[in-house]
């Protein structure tokens, strides 16, 4: 079943070897072509790598910030629904219910938490970039690859907009067969 889910996660956007993909793929047509965001993609890049670097010293055992902001990332683009375009990192619809208290999303109030003061600092960029680059940052950092990133995505008012249900893939739906039609479903 991995086999399947990395075949498929390479060629619909899943984490770990296409996280590039991912992140690149999160953003909708319409809005790639939205007016250009004012961000300073490096200076917030900077911040976020001071943020991972600050928080890791500061706990002193070798952990960091650097999962958990894949995870922020991955779990906002997991969301989109093929069928009904719902979801997906556009909105940043996690910091509202429903997505916010999905048990698929428990501990990411963490990460969201601890980019506000990123946000603070750069209150030019959406939250729905921030938690993206999050995600682009913390891969770089530990020495994945270069990750294309670009702004545009914008944050919705509320979670009205979120997908009735969580939508994140699972890797065990009870049966083979159960498994195979989700992740068809989900990519």
Request: glycine share 10%; with cysteine.
């Amino acid at each position: 079943m991995m086999n399947a889910a990395a075949r498929l996660g390479g060629r619909y956007a899943a984490p770990a070897a296409a996280t590039g993909a991912i992140l690149a793929l999160s953003i909708s047509p319409e809005i790639a072509h939205a007016k250009e965001a004012k961000a300073d993609v490096n200076a917030v890049k900077k911040s976020i790598a001071e943020l991972i670097e600050d928080d890791a010293e500061r706990r002193g055992d070798g952990t960091s910030l650097t999962g958990t902001f894949v995870r922020l990332a991955w779990h906002c683009a997991g969301t989109y629904s093929k069928v009904d375009g719902s979801g997906g990192s556009n909105g940043a619809r996690m910091r509202f219910n429903p997505e916010a208290n999905w048990g698929a999303n428990a501990g990411l109030d963490v990460p969201r938490k601890a980019l506000e003061a990123v946000k603070e600092k750069h209150p030019e960029i959406s939250y729905a970039d921030l938690y993206t680059l999050a995600g682009v940052v913390a891969v770089e950092e530990a020495g994945g690859p270069k990750v294309p990133f670009r702004l545009g995505r914008e944050d919705a008012d509320s979670g009205e907009t979120s997908p009735k249900e969580c939508g994140l893939p699972d890797a065990d739906k009870g049966s083979s067969q159960n498994t195979r039609v989700h992740i068809r479903d989900v990519f």
